[in-house]
């Protein structure tokens, strides 16, 4: 008895500590992209900035999610830099997050006006 009261202490602690969907809401995250340069994303419920190279470019984005797993990133304001590709001001991008790690997590992005797919590993910093 006492072993398996012991097991199920040990499960739910387990679980307890385990990074769901709700927890990426708010918080500090880092991505790479093929070129070796780092954006980092800080997110606040409804808003995110991105900082792209060190500063090279800052956007900030309005953030709505869709359901636990899902948001949409839409109405992108370039803060700082040069904006390479002003007609994605007016796109929406649809985010699924498909996994979870303790470190990062893993995305599918759509771009909805275009329909570009791109699966995305994003690294929790805080």
Do not use: H
């Not at 990426?24 to 808003?47: A, D, S």
């Not at 500063?55 to 709505?64: A, P, T, Y």
Request: charged share 30%.
């Amino acid at each position: 008895m006492k072993i398996a009261l012991i097991l199920i202490m040990f499960f739910l602690t387990f679980q307890s500590d385990k990074i769901n969907c709700s927890d990426l809401k708010n918080g500090k995250f880092q991505t790479e992209n093929k070129n070796g340069l780092l954006t980092t994303i800080t997110r606040k419920e409804n808003k995110q900035i991105e900082n792209f190279n060190e500063g090279e470019r800052i956007s900030e984005f309005d953030v709505k999610w869709t359901n636990e797993c899902e948001y949409l990133i839409y109405n992108r304001k370039v803060l700082e830099g040069n904006d390479p590709w002003p007609e994605m001001n007016s796109d929406t991008l649809k985010i699924k997050i498909i996994e979870i790690q303790d470190d990062f997590y893993q995305t599918e992005s759509e771009m909805l006006s275009k329909g570009w797919k791109m699966n995305q590993k994003i690294q929790i910093l805080k």
